[in-house]
């Protein structure tokens, strides 16, 4: 099993930053390839962005391509989302997530977190 908690979501104005952090227990960290979905009110979950166990390599969903970053920190077992020029249509619940296989569905993924608000006022 792997416990992953979300943190650093908040209210921020368009054209802001945050950075989420999804720190991890359990299971061996680096065993696990990582992503990030959001849910916006009334929408299905969307894949964000990921990030591979093996080279690190990066996916994107177009429209956070250039404005968000995903990265890893093996030592502290955290995965972070930082979000530069954020818009009021980023406005979601972000949730990361650990999966065995490496994806851009959320059927890769065997692990969830709860789920941390992010708000973007226009």
């Known amino acids: 099993q792997v416990q992953l908690v979300e943190s650093g979501g908040g209210l921020v104005q368009a054209g802001g930053s945050l950075r989420l952090s999804c720190a991890t227990s359990?299971?061996?960290?680096?065993?696990?390839?990582m992503g990030w979905f959001r849910q916006a009110p009334g929408k299905e979950r969307e894949f964000v962005a990921a990030?591979?166990?093996?080279?690190?390599?990066?996916d994107y969903v177009d429209s956070v391509k250039g404005r968000f970053t995903i990265s890893t920190d093996n030592a502290k077992s955290t995965m972070y989302l930082q979000m530069n020029s954020l818009k009021p249509e980023d406005t979601a619940v972000y949730y990361c997530a650990a999966g065995s296989y490496y994806g851009i569905v959320r059927s890769a993924y065997d692990y969830w977190g709860q789920g941390t608000q992010v708000t973007v006022s226009s």
């Open positions: 990030i591979r166990r093996i080279g690190g390599s990066t």
């Open positions: 359990g299971r061996t960290f680096s065993n696990y390839n």
